[in-house]
């Protein structure tokens, strides 16, 4: 049963709201000035039994404020019996939910609203002027966004950082003055973030490093923050508590290497505040703008390692060749087992497609340490070749990719310069239709038709275009990247075992074919392609021979010249 409640126990509310934009109102629009007004009022028109409600630093479009919640609350219950504020604007400004309180709610409520600058009392009735007056106040909350998000992104396209805390790892220069913002290294934090980037290099996964710093007792970022009085931060009920996602999270963080990347998210409207993440193409990156924690080799490496990565087996082993093992028959990825293996070297990969279906495609089964000792024989042969032949060893490749490539280029040069050359005609073409449409050669129908399907080829062309100009773009490159890729080779001088680390710094992709049985002996064939050339192509013993002999003649040259 509802308990009854006197009239004189109801409160009569009075309510004060200032967000940050109304900050320009100056004082008049103060909330200890509204505060002001609406006590003189209650004293001056006998409302008895008052009590303020404040709501500061809280936008009109949104309704879910503190303050305003606990007087619905209470007008449930109720306890309410006036809602007072200065200006109608003060209640909201978003005009749908303004409106249903101002003809359901109160009603139902038994509230009486009163605006005092407005002249709004719903004692007395609401005038058919104040639906007007709420689209005006939506208005200008609308504009107001509008205005705080140019700013907002004339600061962002500035190279300014929009975040208000800079990631684990950095601290704000307290001699900075604004607007200029500059993040210093925190050293102590910073060391746990190189940790985390060496773990995952050396194989592990967020869920792994996250047990590790915690059997480890690292801080968490808040707890770390709070230690250091840098921020108010809800401590977990565990310490030491790591979570995986904020690991993630921090492998992620472009910001480690010294860039600024502003516009990862927005909000769809000025009413609705929920986030939404845009696609990494509309970022707008800014290189090299504070000291880097991370370098960008290690970076990228991560990020590499990361789009490969897989879930540990039930044993808790993940292999430095998972994610890079493929199926030469069906193109799908070789899955790691390890789980019935009471020895490591007895772990072994196998189609993924065949663990499916079997019909589908065969095992293609290859262990572990097979591949291994083929990826290490592979690698010690070619940095070997590198250290004595390099620039006969970087000849062999451009003639090795020349031949191959040379006509696959050729044609895509071809079809480049034709749809190009078709986009321009059929811009002609749609030209010539209009003018034959409009001296009657050619029918209205008959000109929506061929307009249609010229744009449809138009359109289609358009996208084309840029696809095929990159990937022209992609092949040129690779003579970049085998340079690059002879000079990562230079810098390692004795390779002795393999890493993670190693392996996917110049490793792409590894392919498995289907093991074929020579004179009785199973025999396992394997395509190394590496990152930025592909398959190598190896001098033979004889193309050796003739290098070095090349050389000892020129050598001998020289000498009888000198």
Not at 19 to 24: A, E, G, L, V, Y
Not at 174 to 192: M, N, S, T
Not at 272 to 284: A, C, F, H, V
Not at 346 to 357: D, L
Request: charged share 30%.
């Amino acid at each position: 049963m509802k308990q009854r409640i006197n009239q004189s126990d109801r409160i009569d509310a009075l309510y004060c709201r200032l967000s940050r934009d109304d900050d320009q109102e100056g004082v008049s629009g103060s909330i200890k000035n509204q505060q002001a007004i609406l006590e003189k009022y209650a004293k001056d028109n006998g409302f008895d039994n008052p009590r303020v409600f404040i709501d500061d630093g809280w936008s009109g479009v949104s309704f879910a404020r503190p303050a305003f919640t606990e007087i619905m609350e209470l007008a449930e219950q109720g306890m309410i019996r006036t809602l007072i504020v200065k200006d109608h604007s003060r209640l909201g400004r978003n005009r749908l939910i303004v409106g249903q309180l101002m003809e359901e709610e109160f009603d139902r409520l038994g509230v009486r609203y009163i605006a005092i600058m407005d002249n709004i009392d719903t004692a007395k009735g609401v005038s058919d002027i104040v639906p007007m007056q709420d689209w005006f106040n939506e208005w200008h909350a609308k504009n107001t966004s509008q205005k705080v998000r140019n700013v907002f992104r004339n600061k962002g396209m500035s190279g300014l950082p929009l975040t208000t805390v800079p990631p684990f790892g950095y601290m704000k220069d307290p001699e900075a003055k604004k607007p200029e913002i500059k993040w210093l290294i925190d050293e102590p934090a910073a060391e746990v973030v190189r940790r985390i980037f060496k773990m995952c290099i050396d194989g592990l996964g967020p869920t792994q490093i996250a047990k590790r710093l915690k059997a480890e007792k690292v801080m968490t970022p808040s707890e770390y923050w709070a230690s250091i009085e840098r921020k108010a931060a809800h401590l977990p009920a565990t310490p030491y508590n790591w979570n995986p996602a904020a690991v993630s999270d921090i492998l992620a963080r472009q910001e480690y290497v010294g860039d600024t990347i502003n516009f990862r998210s927005t909000t769809k409207s000025f009413k609705n505040k929920k986030k939404i993440e845009r696609p990494q193409e509309e970022w707008q990156i800014f290189k090299d703008t504070h000291p880097a924690i991370i370098d960008r080799e290690t970076f990228a490496l991560v990020q590499e390692l990361r789009s490969h990565r897989v879930r540990p087996t039930r044993t808790g082993i993940v292999s430095m060749f998972s994610g890079l093992m493929y199926c030469d028959d069906c193109g799908a990825k070789l899955y790691y087992s390890s789980s019935n293996c009471y020895q490591r070297d007895q772990a072994y990969f196998f189609c993924s497609t065949y663990r499916k279906e079997s019909s589908n495609c065969s095992a293609h089964f290859i262990r572990e340490k097979v591949v291994y000792q083929m990826v290490l024989a592979a690698l010690r042969r070619i940095f070997k070749m590198i250290s004595i032949f390099e620039e006969e060893f970087v000849d062999l490749q451009m003639r090795h990719y020349g031949a191959a490539r040379k006509d696959e280029l050729a044609k895509k040069k071809r079809e480049l310069s034709k749809a190009k050359t078709r986009i321009n005609e059929i811009d002609r073409l749609i030209q010539k239709s209009y003018e034959d449409n409009a001296k009657g050669k050619i029918t209205d129908e008959r000109y929506a038709t061929l307009t249609a399907s010229l744009e449809t080829e138009q359109k289609s062309l358009k996208v084309a275009v840029p696809e095929m100009e990159a990937e022209l773009e992609q092949q040129v490159d690779k003579t970049e990247g085998l340079q690059h890729f002879v000079e990562k080779v230079k810098k390692i001088t004795d390779l002795k075992e393999l890493t993670p680390e190693l392996v996917h710094e110049f490793i792409e992709k590894i392919v498995v074919f289907q093991p074929r049985y020579v004179d009785g002996q199973r025999v396992q064939l394997i395509d190394i392609y590496f990152n930025g050339v592909g398959i190598v192509e190896e001098m033979t013993p004889e193309q050796m021979e003739e290098a070095f002999q090349t050389r000892l003649k020129a050598e001998e040259t020289k000498s009888k010249t000198a």
